[in-house]
């Protein structure tokens, strides 16, 4: 087992996603991706994905495994604890009735998931690709970014920083300000493409057609 290996990355799941996800990435990276070489993919990469596969569908593997990437994470790029109810989900300062943290300005309003899904017709349809201002850590910490697709519920961005599963971002574009959890991420052409789930949020605009997209 190799620490530099990320066996989730690989699968492009979150480390906390259940059996039934893992088995399902995998189908689709083996057949619908054609990365099986019967399919004509690549044997050196499919072996990969195998050991991936195998050691996470193995409970006592993967809790082992588990343990091994954890201490191979520098504890600075290592994803924030969760948050403490009542508090906000970035800083950590205690909540307030106001909108916003008083401590670091992030929005508070909680997104919530049904809400989402019933307002994906009610807000105007935003351009693909904005720049998008990231911090991360506390005190934050800025990186340029930019985003790929946005949805209610989340959005598909690319940045030159390291994310990690699991770490809480503050964000802001045209389209919303936001405090997101990093869901999955690849590297691509020397760049971070993250997936983010939103954990509150407040949308520029409320009016119109909003792009359908996946997170």
């Given at each position: 087992m190799q620490p530099a290996v990320d066996y989730y990355e690989i699968l492009h799941v979150h480390p906390e996603a259940p059996l039934e996800i893992i088995k399902a990435s995998y189908r689709t990276l083996m057949q619908r991706l054609r990365a099986h070489p019967d399919?004509?993919?690549?044997?050196?990469?499919?072996?990969?994905?195998?050991?991936?596969?195998?050691?996470?569908?193995?409970?006592?593997?993967?809790?082992?495994?588990d343990i091994q990437r954890q201490r191979a994470v520098p504890a600075s790029a290592r994803p924030a604890?969760?948050?403490?109810?009542?508090?906000?989900?970035?800083?950590?300062?205690?909540?307030?009735?106001e909108a916003d943290c008083r401590r670091c300005g992030a929005p508070l309003t909680p997104?919530?998931?049904?809400?989402?899904?019933?307002?994906?017709?009610?807000?105007?349809?935003?351009?693909?690709?904005?720049?998008?201002?990231?911090?991360?850590?506390?005190?934050?910490?800025?990186?340029?970014?930019?985003?790929?697709?946005?949805?209610?519920?989340?959005?598909?961005i690319e940045t030159r920083e390291p994310l990690v599963p699991g770490q809480m971002l503050l964000l802001e574009c045209e389209a919303c300000r936001a405090i997101a959890r990093v869901v999955h991420r690849r590297?691509?052409?020397?760049?971070?493409?993250?997936?983010?789930?939103?954990?509150?949020?407040?949308?520029?605009?409320?009016?119109?057609?909003?792009?359908?997209?996946?997170a």
């Open positions: 399919l004509g993919g690549d044997a050196a990469k499919a072996a990969v994905i195998n050991e991936a596969y195998e050691t996470l569908r193995d409970g006592q593997r993967r809790e082992a495994y604890a969760k948050p403490v109810t009542g508090t906000c989900p970035y800083c950590a300062e205690r909540a307030t009735r997104l919530h998931r049904d809400d989402a899904a019933r307002g994906a017709r009610t807000l105007l349809r935003m351009p693909r690709r904005q720049a998008l201002r990231l911090q991360h850590g506390w005190p934050s910490q800025s990186a340029s970014a930019h985003t790929r697709d946005i949805s209610t519920q989340g959005m598909l590297e691509e052409g020397g760049l971070c493409v993250a997936g983010l789930e939103f954990v509150t949020v407040t949308f520029a605009r409320a009016r119109g057609t909003f792009v359908s997209a996946t």
